[in-house]
């Protein structure tokens, strides 16, 4: 009954990861770095064959600083014939970096796909890891996920276990009192008081909260893509939720940051 649920909600997974044909030559920003082609090796051979089991996965090749034009004089960026607005990253108040804008346009363009597909899109980055119950809680939220009671809504189901920011940092989790926030006793409502998120290593977004997204970007223009999350959620623009069982979510991969 869980392969026939699946195969209806029809769920596609794209991995977000640099093309390993770059030139290292061409290319002066660390995307192009041997870190990058690291993680598109790993992405290759440990993460798509694993996740290609339970549904459609393919590799998405990145936006990179080499595809933007960048005017800092007046934080706009020129993308795909497209002008954005930079913001500013809310941790040190300044504009934000090229490379968390370019993921932040990875992003925005897979929302834009999500929309064509009208199906939800799960979003994965090219540092997370697997851990042995993750892709089991994965199948079993997808179904739910799929549940008319979400589709309504601009649902965003937040399935990372924990992020440190960089090595050697406490790794931030979520606090057990979310689990007072059951609903349909699988996923967890995120209080208003918990809504900083840690990371977008996995996020499975729903069409209409992909919708949502792209219109408030050309409100306020490109900023780092958890705080946008953030900031989406204190507007009651998505509605964000997290997995009953969120400590077997995917993590981040420490050997790769």
Not at 167 to 183: E, R
Request: aromatic content about 12%.
């Amino acid at each position: 009954m869980l392969s026939f649920m699946l195969e209806k909600s029809k769920p596609i997974c794209k991995i977000i990861t640099v093309n390993a044909n770059v030139d290292l030559k061409e290319h002066s920003h660390s995307f192009a770095s041997i870190k990058y082609l690291k993680r598109r090796k790993y992405v290759e051979e440990e993460i798509l064959p694993k996740m290609s089991t339970i549904m459609e996965t393919t590799l998405y090749n990145a936006v990179t600083p080499d595809d933007l034009i960048i005017n800092e004089n007046s934080a706009t960026c020129l993308f795909e014939n497209n002008q954005f607005k930079i913001g500013l990253d809310w941790n040190c108040n300044k504009l934000i970096s090229k490379y968390l804008i370019s993921l932040f346009l990875t992003n925005y363009k897979l929302w834009i796909e999500c929309c064509t597909l009208r199906q939800p899109l799960l979003i994965l980055e090219d540092d997370l890891c697997i851990k042995s119950r993750t892709l089991t809680n994965l199948s079993n939220d997808l179904v739910l996920f799929n549940a008319s009671k979400y589709n309504k809504k601009a649902s965003v189901l937040y399935l990372q276990a924990n992020c440190p920011w960089r090595n050697g940092n406490p790794i931030k989790t979520y606090p057990f009192s979310w689990k007072n926030y059951f609903l349909r006793k699988k996923l967890v409502k995120v209080p208003y008081k918990h809504r900083g998120l840690c990371g977008t290593v996995a996020i499975l977004i729903n069409p209409k909260a992909a919708k949502a997204c792209i219109d408030f970007t050309h409100e306020i223009g490109i900023h780092a893509i958890d705080q946008f999350y953030m900031h989406c959620m204190f507007r009651k623009l998505i509605f964000m939720y997290i997995q009953s069982d969120w400590k077997n979510g995917f993590g981040l991969n420490l050997e790769l940051q």
